[in-house]
Protein backbone atom coordinates (compact mmCIF):
# COMPACT_ATOMS: atom_id res chain seq x y z
CA UNK A 1 0.00 0.00 0.00
CA UNK A 2 2.78 2.37 0.73
CA UNK A 3 3.74 2.34 -2.65
CA UNK A 4 0.20 4.14 -3.95
CA UNK A 5 0.71 6.63 -1.05
CA UNK A 6 4.12 7.44 -2.67
CA UNK A 7 2.76 7.91 -5.65
CA UNK A 8 0.42 10.22 -4.98
CA UNK A 9 3.08 12.54 -2.49
CA UNK A 10 5.66 12.42 -5.14
CA UNK A 11 3.82 12.94 -8.28
CA UNK A 12 4.32 16.71 -9.55
CA UNK A 13 1.07 18.80 -9.44
CA UNK A 14 -0.38 18.97 -13.04
CA UNK A 15 -3.92 18.98 -14.69
CA UNK A 16 -7.86 19.72 -13.25
CA UNK A 17 -9.45 17.63 -11.74
CA UNK A 18 -13.51 17.15 -9.93
CA UNK A 19 -14.03 16.11 -6.83
CA UNK A 20 -17.02 13.99 -6.14
CA UNK A 21 -18.04 15.19 -2.07
CA UNK A 22 -20.39 13.48 -0.11
CA UNK A 23 -18.73 14.74 3.11
CA UNK A 24 -17.93 11.05 4.21
CA UNK A 25 -14.56 9.41 4.61
CA UNK A 26 -13.76 8.37 0.97
CA UNK A 27 -14.93 11.12 -0.68
CA UNK A 28 -12.91 13.37 1.64
CA UNK A 29 -9.39 11.19 1.00
CA UNK A 30 -9.80 11.07 -2.93
CA UNK A 31 -10.41 14.56 -2.06
CA UNK A 32 -7.11 14.70 -0.41
CA UNK A 33 -5.76 12.82 -3.51
CA UNK A 34 -7.03 15.04 -5.84
CA UNK A 35 -5.26 17.97 -4.09
CA UNK A 36 -1.59 16.09 -3.79
CA UNK A 37 -1.96 15.38 -7.60
CA UNK A 38 -3.65 18.36 -9.69
CA UNK A 39 -3.04 21.71 -9.98
CA UNK A 40 -6.68 22.87 -10.12
CA UNK A 41 -9.69 20.68 -8.13
CA UNK A 42 -13.62 20.92 -8.30
CA UNK A 43 -15.54 19.99 -5.40
CA UNK A 44 -19.42 18.66 -6.45
CA UNK A 45 -21.80 17.86 -3.62
CA UNK A 46 -25.11 16.77 -4.61
CA UNK A 47 -28.51 17.20 -2.46
CA UNK A 48 -30.66 14.30 -3.36
CA UNK A 49 -33.18 14.61 -0.04
CA UNK A 50 -30.53 12.01 2.21
CA UNK A 51 -32.19 12.43 5.53
CA UNK A 52 -28.41 13.44 6.75
CA UNK A 53 -28.04 15.89 4.14
CA UNK A 54 -27.88 18.89 6.25
CA UNK A 55 -24.66 17.07 8.61
CA UNK A 56 -22.97 15.63 5.12
CA UNK A 57 -22.91 19.37 3.63
CA UNK A 58 -21.69 20.26 6.01
CA UNK A 59 -18.78 18.60 6.20
CA UNK A 60 -18.39 18.84 2.51
CA UNK A 61 -17.98 22.35 3.02
CA UNK A 62 -15.66 22.37 6.15
CA UNK A 63 -13.79 19.81 3.47
CA UNK A 64 -13.77 22.53 0.51
CA UNK A 65 -12.65 25.07 3.65
CA UNK A 66 -9.62 23.09 4.51
CA UNK A 67 -8.24 22.31 1.09
CA UNK A 68 -9.10 25.89 -0.26
CA UNK A 69 -11.27 24.84 -3.49
CA UNK A 70 -12.82 28.11 -4.98
CA UNK A 71 -14.69 26.03 -7.23
CA UNK A 72 -17.30 24.15 -5.25
CA UNK A 73 -21.18 23.47 -6.25
CA UNK A 74 -24.09 21.40 -4.93
CA UNK A 75 -25.99 20.24 -7.26
CA UNK A 76 -30.11 19.90 -6.43
CA UNK A 77 -31.39 15.92 -7.55
CA UNK A 78 -34.23 16.52 -4.60
CA UNK A 79 -36.60 14.91 -7.26
CA UNK A 80 -34.36 11.57 -6.54
CA UNK A 81 -36.46 11.14 -3.39
CA UNK A 82 -39.83 10.86 -5.69
CA UNK A 83 -38.57 7.15 -6.32
CA UNK A 84 -38.86 6.79 -2.65
CA UNK A 85 -38.00 3.12 -2.02
CA UNK A 86 -34.15 3.73 -0.12
CA UNK A 87 -34.49 4.29 3.45
CA UNK A 88 -31.57 7.39 2.87
CA UNK A 89 -35.17 9.60 2.75
CA UNK A 90 -36.76 7.80 5.35
CA UNK A 91 -36.55 9.16 9.11
CA UNK A 92 -38.83 6.69 10.59
CA UNK A 93 -36.60 3.51 8.81
CA UNK A 94 -33.39 3.08 11.09
CA UNK A 95 -30.77 1.45 8.87
CA UNK A 96 -29.01 -1.49 10.97
CA UNK A 97 -27.38 -5.12 10.04
CA UNK A 98 -30.90 -6.56 9.24
CA UNK A 99 -32.32 -3.97 6.30
CA UNK A 100 -28.91 -2.82 4.82
CA UNK A 101 -29.68 -3.27 1.32
CA UNK A 102 -31.88 -0.48 2.27
CA UNK A 103 -29.15 2.01 1.72
CA UNK A 104 -29.47 1.49 -2.02
CA UNK A 105 -30.30 4.46 -4.19
CA UNK A 106 -31.44 3.54 -7.58
CA UNK A 107 -28.49 3.76 -10.05
CA UNK A 108 -27.50 6.73 -7.64
CA UNK A 109 -23.69 7.01 -8.96
CA UNK A 110 -24.71 6.49 -12.30
CA UNK A 111 -26.68 9.65 -11.84
CA UNK A 112 -23.74 11.44 -10.08
CA UNK A 113 -20.99 10.55 -12.24
CA UNK A 114 -23.28 11.79 -15.63
CA UNK A 115 -23.69 15.12 -13.94
CA UNK A 116 -20.00 15.35 -12.71
CA UNK A 117 -19.12 14.23 -16.19
CA UNK A 118 -21.26 16.71 -18.04
CA UNK A 119 -19.84 19.28 -15.85
CA UNK A 120 -16.12 18.10 -16.16
CA UNK A 121 -16.45 18.34 -19.80
CA UNK A 122 -17.55 21.31 -20.17
CA UNK A 123 -14.91 23.08 -18.06
CA UNK A 124 -12.41 21.16 -20.05
CA UNK A 125 -11.33 19.08 -16.82
CA UNK A 126 -8.62 16.04 -17.04
CA UNK A 127 -10.33 13.66 -14.19
CA UNK A 128 -13.39 12.89 -12.21
CA UNK A 129 -12.89 11.22 -8.88
CA UNK A 130 -14.79 9.48 -6.75
CA UNK A 131 -14.56 7.30 -3.35
CA UNK A 132 -16.06 4.22 -4.58
CA UNK A 133 -14.45 1.38 -2.44
CA UNK A 134 -14.21 -2.16 -2.82
CA UNK A 135 -15.57 -3.13 0.44
CA UNK A 136 -18.46 -1.81 -0.71
CA UNK A 137 -21.23 -4.88 -1.30
CA UNK A 138 -24.34 -3.38 -0.91
CA UNK A 139 -24.57 -1.18 -4.16
CA UNK A 140 -23.67 -2.33 -7.37
CA UNK A 141 -22.53 1.26 -8.77
CA UNK A 142 -19.44 1.35 -6.53
CA UNK A 143 -17.93 -2.23 -7.75
CA UNK A 144 -14.92 -2.75 -10.25
CA UNK A 145 -17.14 -3.51 -13.57
CA UNK A 146 -19.46 -0.60 -12.98
CA UNK A 147 -16.63 2.04 -13.20
CA UNK A 148 -15.14 0.22 -15.56
CA UNK A 149 -17.95 0.65 -17.59
CA UNK A 150 -18.61 4.21 -16.81
CA UNK A 151 -15.30 4.84 -18.07
CA UNK A 152 -16.21 3.24 -21.54
CA UNK A 153 -19.44 5.65 -21.32
CA UNK A 154 -17.54 9.04 -20.63
CA UNK A 155 -15.11 8.07 -23.76
CA UNK A 156 -18.07 7.46 -26.04
CA UNK A 157 -20.61 9.73 -24.53
CA UNK A 158 -18.03 13.21 -24.78
CA UNK A 159 -16.95 15.58 -27.37
CA UNK A 160 -13.65 16.25 -26.54
CA UNK A 161 -10.58 15.04 -28.25
CA UNK A 162 -8.91 14.05 -24.52
CA UNK A 163 -10.96 11.51 -22.69
CA UNK A 164 -11.51 12.29 -19.12
CA UNK A 165 -10.45 10.00 -16.67
CA UNK A 166 -12.35 8.36 -14.03
CA UNK A 167 -10.49 8.13 -11.05
CA UNK A 168 -11.01 6.18 -8.12
CA UNK A 169 -7.92 5.55 -5.81
CA UNK A 170 -9.80 3.03 -3.12
CA UNK A 171 -11.72 1.14 -5.81
CA UNK A 172 -9.54 -2.09 -5.10
CA UNK A 173 -9.10 -1.07 -1.59
CA UNK A 174 -10.99 -1.12 1.72
CA UNK A 175 -11.70 1.68 5.08
CA UNK A 176 -8.39 0.36 6.45
CA UNK A 177 -6.42 1.29 3.13
CA UNK A 178 -8.32 4.94 2.50
CA UNK A 179 -7.39 5.53 6.97
CA UNK A 180 -3.83 4.72 6.39
CA UNK A 181 -3.57 7.27 3.38
CA UNK A 182 -5.81 9.73 5.23
CA UNK A 183 -2.85 9.51 8.03
CA UNK A 184 -0.09 9.44 5.75
CA UNK A 185 -2.04 12.85 4.13
CA UNK A 186 -2.90 14.40 7.09
CA UNK A 187 -6.64 14.27 5.77
CA UNK A 188 -9.20 15.49 8.39
CA UNK A 189 -11.29 12.83 9.28
CA UNK A 190 -12.89 14.87 11.81
CA UNK A 191 -14.54 16.93 9.10
CA UNK A 192 -15.88 13.75 7.75
CA UNK A 193 -19.96 12.30 8.23
CA UNK A 194 -20.05 8.99 7.02
CA UNK A 195 -24.08 8.05 9.42
CA UNK A 196 -26.85 7.17 7.56
CA UNK A 197 -29.28 7.39 10.48
CA UNK A 198 -28.17 10.34 12.53
CA UNK A 199 -26.35 13.85 12.18
CA UNK A 200 -25.57 14.52 15.87
CA UNK A 201 -23.86 11.40 17.24
CA UNK A 202 -22.97 8.56 14.75
CA UNK A 203 -25.26 5.33 15.36
CA UNK A 204 -22.56 2.74 15.25
CA UNK A 205 -25.32 0.31 13.74
CA UNK A 206 -25.69 1.55 9.60
CA UNK A 207 -23.21 -0.05 7.51
CA UNK A 208 -21.38 2.81 6.90
CA UNK A 209 -20.72 3.21 10.81
CA UNK A 210 -20.01 -0.43 11.10
CA UNK A 211 -17.21 -0.77 8.17
CA UNK A 212 -15.77 2.74 9.63
CA UNK A 213 -15.35 1.72 13.30
CA UNK A 214 -14.46 -1.75 12.29
CA UNK A 215 -11.72 0.15 10.11
CA UNK A 216 -10.25 2.46 13.36
CA UNK A 217 -10.54 -0.43 15.47
CA UNK A 218 -8.13 -3.21 12.98
CA UNK A 219 -5.83 -0.24 12.58
CA UNK A 220 -5.51 0.21 16.78
CA UNK A 221 -7.15 3.92 16.15
CA UNK A 222 -9.94 6.04 17.31
CA UNK A 223 -12.45 7.40 15.18
CA UNK A 224 -12.28 11.06 15.49
CA UNK A 225 -16.22 11.67 15.09
CA UNK A 226 -18.55 11.32 18.15
CA UNK A 227 -20.48 7.78 18.49
CA UNK A 228 -23.82 7.19 20.04
CA UNK A 229 -22.80 5.28 23.93
CA UNK A 230 -19.20 6.47 23.11
CA UNK A 231 -18.50 3.51 20.75
Same mark, same amino acid.
Given at each position: ?????????????????????????????????????????????????????????????????????????????????????????????????????????????????? =? $????????? !???????? &? %??????????????????????????????????????????????? =? $????????? !???????? &? %????????????????????????????????
Amino acid at each position: MMWFIIFFIMTEKKGKALSVLSGGLDSAVCLGIAAQQFEEVSAMFFSYGQKTHDKEKECAEALVKHYDVKDYINIDLSWLKLFGVSALFDNMVALDEGNQNAEYVPFRNSIFLS =I $ATAYAESKK !LDAVIIGS &T %GGDHICPDNSPNFIESFQRVMAEGTLIKKDIKLLTPLLRGDKEMAIK =I $AKELDIPLE !LTWSCHNN &T %GLACGKCSNCRARLEAFEALGLVDPIPYEGNL
